[in-house]
């Protein structure tokens, strides 16, 4: 089998596990509408404000269900013992990251698809714009890069919802700046070229978090 | 001199942790070295198995 | 004489000089004061931070590469020792902040970057001692190699994002000589002290490992 079947067959177990119990997805959507609803609370006196602080609320919502998301992405893999099981099958430490990696972007792709409308009709915002939603994808990207390294990292401390977060979360804070900034430009109706900056700094952050998570992830999984 | 207050404030709080700092690993250590040399004896009364 | 003698030597003759050269020898700035001789401190300790920062970076790799103890008790050594330096240079320039902006913290590039690269410090440390048996060092290391990386990004990111807004200008102008030469020796001064504080610290952890050694072998 080549390297993008053995992820491809990774993340598509993960997929069916997922069908089955729908425990990431259901939960990781529920709380991303209550993190909507809060912050709508929170910030929303008057449509200026909601829009001002829309994108940022909107990827607060993305970072914290990511990472929720994320915390369970090895979780089966360590209680039922399958790392050891995929690693010994002579997969290679890297297409196990690979497929992670894809499973763990399905996931948060379905959660942003489903909460993106959510965030449109309670905000008021064209949020469904085609920009925007390429900017979510590209920075989701740079996330769940980033998140599959420290998700697997985690899963083997102790506290590990807590590890999680703290390790995580500073660290990709450059994917976000970018993603916060773009979204505004793209809710306020800019044309590409003005947001070309941000994008091309998620395009390279995505880049960078894909190689050094793709070096580094071998060292964390190996027993 | 105006704000010689903070610049007093600076100065006293790096002094104070560089200075807890070395204390903590001075006594950690002195520690260490009793728990060592205790150890040795012990290992000298009883020879390892 | 041992090394750990000579550079205890070597920093006490050095801070004596440089407490001189601040308060003493170095002219008052014109605009900010008294205050302004905190930055002689403030930012050796924020550059010897980033030094130990690398340090820890490098013998990450190192560890993870050779998988000797030693590179993962250099790492962590300077880890440690990078994280009171990070923390005093946030305090400083925190307090030499209140009275020259007005402000105790704001959130332009360099506080914000100095800020995440403390809480991954932290994470550093919490990684290590969470991590179970030999997972502390290894994901330590993967901690130690990704932060370093990801501390510039970091940085730049931040810098691109705040330039719509500029905030406070940190200094206008070059500095004077005698800023200069006290700057310098300040900056030998925390280095050496860190050199210092790292060989005791290290044979802190060897003393610690043989310790370890002797209880699971003897008893």
Redesign the interface.
């Known amino acids: 089998m080549s390297f993008w079947n053995k992820a491809l067959a990774i993340a598509w177990k993960d997929v069916i596990s997922e069908m089955r119990t729908r425990e990431i997805v259901f939960s990781v959507l529920v709380f991303a509408i209550l993190v909507i609803v809060v912050f709508n609370f929170a910030f929303g006196e008057t449509q200026e404000t909601l829009t001002a602080v829309a994108p940022g609320i909107l990827w607060v919502t993305f970072a914290f269900s990511g990472v929720l998301s994320l915390n369970r992405a090895f979780v089966a893999e360590k209680e039922d013992g399958c790392l050891e099981g995929l690693m010994a099958c002579s997969a290679g430490r890297e297409v196990i990251f690979v497929g992670k990696l894809l499973g763990n972007l399905l996931f948060m792709l379905v959660v942003e698809a489903i909460a993106l409308p959510v965030f449109m009709v309670l905000f008021n915002l064209p949020v469904l714009s085609f920009e925007l939603i390429t900017i979510t994808v590209l920075a989701t990207v740079g996330f769940v890069a980033l998140g599959t390294l420290f998700s697997a990292l985690a899963t083997n401390t102790r506290a590990r919802e807590m590890v999680l977060p703290i390790l995580f979360l500073p660290l990709v804070v450059p994917v976000i700046i970018a993603a916060v900034k773009a979204t505004g430009l793209a809710l306020a109706g800019q044309s590409w070229s003005d947001m070309s900056t941000w994008l091309s700094m998620i395009i390279a952050f995505d880049i960078v978090f894909l190689v050094v998570s793709y070096l580094v992830f071998p060292f964390v999984i190996e027993e | ?4 207050g ?2 007093f ?3 006293t ?2 002094w104070l ?2 200075f807890g ?2 204390l903590s ?1 001075s006594s ?2 002195n520690k ?2 009793r ?2 040399e205790s ?2 004896e ?2 000298k009364e009883q020879p ?1 198995k | 004489m041992s090394v750990r003698n000579i550079l205890l030597g070597c920093a006490t003759i050095l801070m004596v000089a440089s407490l001189y050269l601040v308060f003493i020898y170095v002219p008052t700035e014109a605009t900010m004061g008294v205050v302004q001789r905190i930055f002689y401190f403030h930012v050796p300790l924020a550059w010897v931070a980033f030094l130990a920062f690398f340090v820890v970076f490098a013998f990450s790799i190192l560890y993870l590469w050779k998988r000797a103890e030693k590179w993962d008790v250099l790492a962590s050594a300077s880890a440690e020792v990078g994280t009171v330096f990070t923390t005093l240079f946030l305090a400083t320039g925190s307090i030499w902040a209140k009275p020259v902006w007005g402000v105790w913290w704001t959130w332009d590039p360099r506080l914000t970057s100095a800020l995440i690269l403390w809480i991954i410090y932290i994470a550093y440390h919490l990684v290590r001692s969470y991590a179970g048996g030999s997972r502390g060092p290894r994901f330590a290391a993967v901690v130690g190699i990704v932060g370093f990386i990801d501390v510039p990004i970091v940085a730049l990111a931040i810098t691109l994002w705040r330039t719509q807004h500029p905030g406070p200008a940190i200094f206008q102008g070059g500095l004077a000589p005698s800023m200069m030469l006290t700057l310098m020796v300040c900056l030998i001064t925390f280095t050496v002290l860190y050199a210092l504080l790292m060989l005791i610290r290290i044979a802190m952890k060897n003393d610690e490992s043989e310790i370890r050694r002797l209880k699971l072998t003897g008893n």
Do not use: D, H, T, W
Not at chain 2, 1 to 4: A, L, P, Q, S
């Open positions: 001199m105006e704000n010689v903070y610049l404030a600076a100065y709080i790096i942790v560089v700092y070395v690993l950690r250590q260490m070295k728990e060592l150890l040795k012990a290992l390892p």
